[in-house]
């Protein structure tokens, strides 16, 4: 069977689609305008090379061999030599061309949606998984690739050929044309169904590779178990069904070819013997000479072949228009937390209140935060404390601005953050999660992730502000060591410590952390401790405490409990409640050794 490409039924494009789609493209295209406009001139003028040839050797026939002319028949040769030529430098442009406006669009389009992907808030990474983006980025973006590399310029070749030899074949002897182009539709229905049973035979063959290969697995990595309780022949039964069953879908795809290449072969050879006895009639008759059917008999491939490819071809332009209909729809995805037209900077220190606020996950029902009102003041330090699941992270994360409120509003002195510009958000309020995430690079180049135009002074000062200058500036390549690289990986303390300096390159109002619930050998964790002691001074501090210790250090204590603010205030105001924190905090000391 040709190619690898198979379109699934949910993959078919809809009547319509495919147009938006071409149109889209068209319009991606408009930078390669140009090249595009050389390519087709080149595939236009190579298409007429192979026309060309058997319209020479009607010439040669006619008049160097018919006619005895000797000038005109090596006139043909020269001729056909030129033509040769000439066909071969286009087919060299052609490759080229169409392969670099192609390439070029992937690449292009590869970048477009790799920076949108960039774009998108959070709530779009909630629901996507990561596995899926990759794939987009990918398999459908090899699968046009595999089009543009193999399958394009036979497809705008092949159609152009047949269009063309049908027209040449018209008017050369319309009445022989006619008799040639009757067993064309059956060709092109033959070739159509093929397609169709071929598609479908392609991905059952695909699915049972799966299942055969799965069920072998399960029988090698599970046998112990197998033997364990005597069950071999059941698993050997099973295999043998799976077995069978891709015989089966085998056997189908072969026997649709087995039905198709000859019905294309017998309709090749039928017409040609048509054009030979009748074209041979008409040579006798007079009304048409020896080199016309000549010519016709050689033109016959250029129309049964094309027609056969195009239909293979099918499939790949198929898949690939599946595939661009995908990253389109991706391109189209709006970010959820886009910049009001009229948004302003937030100022530089204020308060954060948060009023009335209801939040849930986009495609979840459940509400995870009902009615939140809270007041953080200007340099207050509250942590929020409550059960895995409570909603800590979700209101930290609200107050962030990853999300935005579902009711209610949540503003920072007093501009509501739904009003910010971006970038003052990012630069007033910043998260410190977990587990930072480092990327390949220096630890300098890691640090000034937070602040792309910081000089390599003020990632120096911000490392000192954060008390961990002396750890990095004593390994063996200081702030040049490259933090990915064996030997040199990082511990998950230090890597608390390059989210800390980031933070603090940052040198926002607002600090929002998010406490490591793992514990830090003993080392760093006292150097995380100190950085954090530098970093929280003089800011606003939100810490989704995981120890009570730390809750107890701070100013208030927020109690989230099932999505709402069950206990808040001091430490000792919650201890003397007698509430949910009392009882947390009873429990810890008694497990605290
Ligand atoms: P906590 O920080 O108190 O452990 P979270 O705020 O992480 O709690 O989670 C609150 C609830 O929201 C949980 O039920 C959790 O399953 C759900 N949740 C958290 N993050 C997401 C998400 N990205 N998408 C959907 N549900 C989420």
Redesign the pocket.
């Known amino acids: 069977m040709w190619g690898g490409a198979a379109v699934s039924a949910e993959d078919r494009l809809q009547r319509g689609e495919g147009k938006a789609i071409a149109g889209r493209t068209f319009a991606m295209l408009r930078p390669y305008r140009r090249q595009a406009l050389v390519a087709a001139v080149v595939i236009t003028i190579s298409t007429l090379t192979v026309l060309a040839g058997p319209l020479l050797l009607r010439y040669g026939i006619d008049h160097g061999i018919g006619e005895q002319d000797r000038g005109a028949l090596s006139a043909a040769v020269a001729a056909y030599i030129v033509v040769a030529v000439i066909a071969a430098f286009a087919s060299h442009l052609q490759i080229r061309l169409v392969a670099r406006v192609g390439e070029g669009f992937l690449r292009d389009l590869r970048v477009r949606v790799f920076d949108h992907l960039q774009s998108l808030s ?1 709530a779009f990474f ?1 629901r996507e998984k990561a596995g899926v983006l990759v794939s987009r980025m990918t398999a459908d973006i090899d699968a046009m690739g595999e089009l543009i590399q193999f399958g394009l310029l036979m497809f705008v070749m092949n159609g152009l050929l047949v269009v063309l030899t049908a027209a040449l074949l018209l008017k050369l002897s319309p009445l022989l044309a006619v008799m040639c182009l009757v067993a064309l539709p059956l060709v092109v229905v033959a070739s159509v169904r093929f397609q169709r049973q071929s598609n479908r035979a392609y991905l059952t063959v695909r699915d049972r590779v799966g299942h055969n290969l799965s069920t072998m697995q399960e029988g090698i990595s599970g046998v112990r178990v197998i033997q364990a309780f005597g069950r071999e022949g059941e698993q050997t039964d099973r295999f043998r069904r799976s077995s069978r069953d891709l015989y089966d879908a085998h056997m189908d795809s072969v026997r649709i070819s087995v039905w198709y290449f000859p019905v294309v072969e017998f309709a090749g050879a039928a017409t040609t013997a048509t054009v030979v006895g009748v074209g041979g009639w008409m040579v006798h008759q007079g009304t048409i000479s020896l080199g016309t059917v000549a010519a016709f008999v050689l033109l016959l491939a250029n129309l049964f072949e094309p027609v056969q490819q195009l239909s293979q071809l099918f499939n790949t332009v198929q898949a690939a228009a599946a595939s661009l209909k995908k990253l389109y729809t991706l391109l189209d995805t709006e970010t959820e937390l886009p910049e009001r037209p009229r948004a302003v900077d937030l100022p530089a220190s204020g308060a954060i209140e948060v009023r009335g606020v209801s939040f849930g ?1 986009s ?2 029902d ?1 509400p ?1 935060l009902a009615d939140v009102e809270l007041t953080i003041a200007a340099g207050e330090r509250i942590a929020f404390v ?10 930290a994360k609200l107050v962030a601005r990853l999300y935005d409120p579902t009711a209610g509003s949540i503003s920072f002195a007093g501009v509501d953050l739904r009003d910010a510009t971006n970038q003052s958000l990012r630069e007033r309020i910043v998260v410190v999660p977990q587990e930072g995430f480092l990327f390949d690079g220096t630890l300098m180049e890691n640090v000034r992730i937070a602040r792309s135009d910081a000089s390599d002074a003020e990632v120096e000062q911000a490392l000192r502000d954060a008390g961990v200058w002396e750890r990095f500036a004593a390994l063996p390549d200081g702030l040049a060591t490259e933090v990915r690289e064996r030997g040199s990986r990082l511990s998950a303390g230090e890597r608390q410590l390059v989210s800390l300096a980031r933070a603090a390159l940052v040198d926002p109002a607002v600090l929002v952390l998010d406490e490591a619930t793992s514990s830090l050998d003993p080392g760093t964790e006292a150097l995380v401790e100190k950085a954090l002691d530098h970093l929280v001074e003089g800011r606003t501090v939100i810490v ?1 405490a995981h120890r009570l210790t730390t809750a107890a250090r701070a100013d208030r204590v927020a109690v ?1 409990a099932d ?1 709402r603010l069950a206990e808040l205030g001091t430490h000792a105001e919650l201890l003397e409640l007698g509430g949910r924190y009392a009882a947390l905090y009873e429990s810890w000391i008694g497990s605290t050794p």
């Open positions: 959070m909630d996950y495609g979840s459940l995870v409550g059960p895995t699941g409570a909603g800590k992270s979700t209101l989704i989230v999505g």
